[in-house]
C-alpha cells in the first residue's frame, strides 16, 4: 500500500517528462521519415541516435531527481514517513525505469516503421525479435541507474565534499566493475549464446554472442541499487 | 511544551535526533523506550522549520498521499482542519504564499492521532493572521494527557500560552526546564522575561 501510494507519486511527479518527452521522442524520429534527401546510413543514423542518447541521459535525469528532493527539501517530507530506505530508492527507480522503457519502445516501434517504409520491408524483423532486443538494450541503462543511484547516495552519507565522494564513489564503482568483469563472465559462462539480429543499411544482419558480460553488469547494477537502500538509511539530514 | 532557544541552539537538532534524522555523536537516542526508526515515525508528526511541500501537489494531494501512510490518520479531523486554516483542496501548494504553506504543513500534523507532535519553530517568518490560526488549531487539535506536542520557536512572546512545559536550550544544552506556572511562580517573571534573562 506505501509503496504503491509512494510510487503513484513518483509517476505523477515525472508524468511531464513522461508525456512530453515521449512526444518529443516521436517527432524527433519523424524527422528521418520527412528528410527524404538523406542517404540510409545518414537516416539509420538519426532513428536510432534517441536510443543511445536516453540510455546516457537518464543517468543525469535519475541522480538529478533524487538531488531535487534534497534541494527541495521535500526529502524532510519523505524522511518523516515510515518508510524504508527500499521504499524510496526502488519507487524512484522505476519511476526512472518507466521513462527509459516509454521512451525506447517509441524509439524502437519508430526504427521498425521507418525502415518498413524506408527499405519496404522490415528487412525480416518480427515484433518478437524486436521485443527481445528492446529487453536486450534495457539490460544497459536500467543496471547502469544502480551505479548512479549509489554514488550518490554514498555521497549524501558522507558529511564533507559530497559532490567529490560522489564521483570518485563512480570511478571507483566503475574500476571495480572492471576489474571483476573477468571473474563475472565465468560466473555467467554457462548462459546460452543469443542469437540477434540488426537492421542494416543492406538489410538484416543477424549474429551471436555471449550474454555472460551483460548479465555480469545486470547483477552488479542490481547489487548497487539493493546496497543504496540500505545506505539511504545512514543518511544524515 | 516549548523547547526555546536562540538561532544554533540545538533546537532542530534535537528534533532531528527523535525523528532518526541525524544520530548523536555521543550517548544514545530513545522515544517511547525505542531507537528511532521508520516504525517510532508512526508515532511521531512532524513539522520541519523547513518547506518541505511539492510544489506541483495540491493541497489536496498533499493531504491524500500522507493520509496513506499513517494508520491513525483522522479524515474527518483532516477536513475540519483544511477549513479551520482556509485552505483550498484545489489550489497548488506552489501558489500558495510562505503562511499558508505552513498552514498546510500543520493541518498535516494535525489530522493524526500521533502520540508526540514536533513542530520545528511553525511561526517563524509568518505573518501574524497565520500566526493566530496555527495556534488556534493547536488548542483545538490538542488531546490533554493523550499526546505531547513539542514546540521549537524563539518568538516565546505569542507561543507562550501554549505552553505547559519549557526548556530553555542554548548551545546545546539544556539550561533550565520545568513546569511554565512553577517557572513563573519562582522567578516571579514570564516565559520570556525569563528567556531574556537567561539567555542574553
Not at chain 1, 517527432?27 to 528528410?35: A, S
Not at chain 2, 498552514?103 to 509568518?126: E, M, T, W
Not at chain 2, 506536542?149 to 526548556?167: C, N, Q, R, W, Y
Not at chain 2, 520570556?192 to 537567561?198: A, E, S
Amino acid at each position: 500500500m506505501r509503496f504503491k501510494e509512494l510510487l503513484i507519486k513518483e509517476l505523477k511527479q515525472e508524468r511531464a517528462w513522461l508525456l512530453w518527452g515521449s512526444l518529443i521522442v516521436c517527432g524527433y524520429e519523424v524527422l528521418p521519415l520527412i528528410k527524404t534527401d538523406l542517404h540510409a546510413p545518414y537516416w539509420l543514423s538519426l532513428a536510432t541516435a534517441p536510443l543511445i542518447i536516453i540510455a546516457f541521459a537518464i543517468q543525469a535525469k535519475a541522480v538529478n531527481t533524487l538531488r531535487n528532493e534534497w534541494n527541495s527539501n521535500s526529502v524532510q517530507l519523505l524522511f518523516s514517513l515510515p518508510l524504508r530506505g527500499y521504499h524510496f530508492v526502488i519507487t524512484k527507480f522505476v519511476a526512472q525505469a518507466a521513462i527509459v522503457c516509454s521512451y525506447s519502445l517509441l524509439s524502437l516501434i519508430f526504427l521498425l516503421l521507418i525502415c518498413k517504409i524506408r527499405l519496404g520491408s522490415t528487412a525480416g524483423v518480427t515484433p518478437i525479435e524486436m521485443l527481445k532486443c528492446w529487453l536486450l538494450y534495457l539490460l544497459f541503462p536500467l543496471p547502469a541507474m544502480g551505479f548512479f543511484t549509489f554514488s550518490y547516495v554514498a555521497g549524501r552519507c558522507s558529511p564533507y565534499v559530497k559532490r567529490l565522494v560522489s564521483v570518485l564513489c563512480l570511478f571507483t564503482l566503475v574500476y571495480l566493475f572492471v576489474r571483476l568483469s573477468h571473474w563475472g563472465y565465468k560466473l555467467f559462462a554457462f548462459l546460452p549464446k543469443l542469437t540477434v539480429s540488426v537492421i542494416t543499411v543492406d538489410g538484416i544482419s543477424t549474429g551471436s554472442f555471449s550474454p555472460s558480460g551483460i548479465a555480469f553488469f545486470a547483477l552488479f547494477g542490481f547489487v548497487l541499487l539493493v546496497s543504496s537502500c540500505f545506505a539511504i538509511e545512514r543518511v544524515e539530514l | 511544551m516549548g523547547l526555546l532557544g536562540p538561532n544554533g541552539s540545538g533546537k532542530t537538532t534535537f528534533m532531528k535526533l527523535v525523528l532518526g534524522f541525524l544520530r548523536p555523536q555521543h550517548g544514545n537516542v530513545t522515544v517511547f523506550g525505542e531507537r528511532p526508526s521508520p516504525a517510532i515515525k508512526e508515532k511521531i508528526a512532524y513539522v520541519s522549520e523547513l518547506d518541505t511541500l511539492y510544489p506541483w501537489m495540491k493541497v489536496g494531494e498533499i493531504v491524500h498521499f500522507t493520509s496513506k501512510f499513517y494508520k491513525d490518520w483522522d479524515n474527518s479531523k483532516s477536513s475540519e482542519l483544511l477549513d479551520f486554516m482556509g485552505l483550498d483542496p484545489y489550489k497548488k501548494i506552489g501558489a500558495l504564499s510562505k503562511g499558508m504553506r505552513t498552514r498546510v504543513r500543520i493541518a498535516l500534523a494535525l489530522s493524526r492521532r500521533a502520540d508526540l507532535v514536533l513542530l520545528d519553530d511553525p511561526f517563524s517568518g509568518i505573518d501574524l493572521l497565520s500566526r493566530e490560526k496555527i495556534q488556534d488549531g493547536l488548542i483545538q487539535t490538542y488531546r490533554y494527557k493523550e499526546q505531547s506536542v513539542i514546540i521549537s520557536t524563539h518568538i516565546v512572546k505569542e507561543a507562550e500560552p501554549l505552553f505547559d512545559e519549557v526548556a530553555f536550550l542554548n548551545e546545546g544544552e539544556i539550561i533550565l526546564q520545568g513546569n511554565a506556572d512553577d517557572l513563573r511562580e519562582k522567578h516571579k517573571k514570564t516565559i520570556t522575561d525569563l528567556y531574556r534573562d537567561i539567555l542574553r
